[in-house]
């Protein structure tokens, strides 16, 4: 098994949410874990994935495509990759959470009349910039491929990675994620 740490370094609020969970009187919410926020493998994974497909497009994989989509797996085959939650590893007391937080408030304008549009008005729970970190398990490495090559192409998938999370292309999530040495 090969395990490899990852860190994700906002520097922008950014907001990364699960379909259930919203505040009272908040439109959008992090996902938390004991009042801090994560960041879920799963959605690493697929952030990783999407860059995959770019290196493939541009012939820039040291390792094969086919082996890549094995490790990633499949709707139908579980992969050998597995992306763990991103954390804050910080010490911060229960009554300061709050600070890691912030409330964004936004609406849609009338293009002719200049006013705010009916039932527009959205606020968001959002996480300050911070670093969290999570780790890349690979069960076993595929036949024909070294642990060197796995990692130059996931340094270089991290490093296409510019925006994470939900409404990154409205500004928020804007990050740099990096994988470190051995665990």
Not at 68 to 87: P, Q, Y
Not at 159 to 182: P, Q, T
Request: contains cysteine; neutral net charge.
């Amino acid at each position: 098994m090969r395990t490899l740490a990852y860190n994700i370094t906002f520097h922008s609020y950014w907001l990364h949410q699960d379909k259930e969970g919203q505040s009272i009187g908040v439109n959008n919410s992090p996902i938390e874990e004991s009042g801090l926020p994560i960041f879920g493998g799963t959605a690493v994974k697929g952030l990783f994935r999407e860059q995959l497909e770019i290196l493939h497009s541009c012939n820039a994989l040291t390792t094969s495509y086919q082996i890549w989509n094995r490790l990633f797996g499949s709707e139908t085959k579980e992969g050998k990759i597995k992306f763990n939650t991103a954390r804050f590893n910080g010490a911060i007391p229960k009554e300061h959470q709050y600070l890691l937080y912030h409330t964004i408030t936004n609406t849609a304008i009338e293009e002719e009349t200049k006013q705010a549009k009916q039932r527009s008005l959205r606020t968001s729970k959002v996480v300050i910039p911070m670093e969290l970190q999570g780790t890349i398990t690979i069960d076993t490495l595929p036949e024909a491929t070294t642990k060197e090559d796995l990692e130059q192409d996931l340094i270089m998938m991290a490093g296409l990675i510019k925006e994470v999370g939900k409404d990154r292309y409205k500004g928020l999530g804007s990050c740099v994620i990096k994988i470190k040495a051995d665990k």
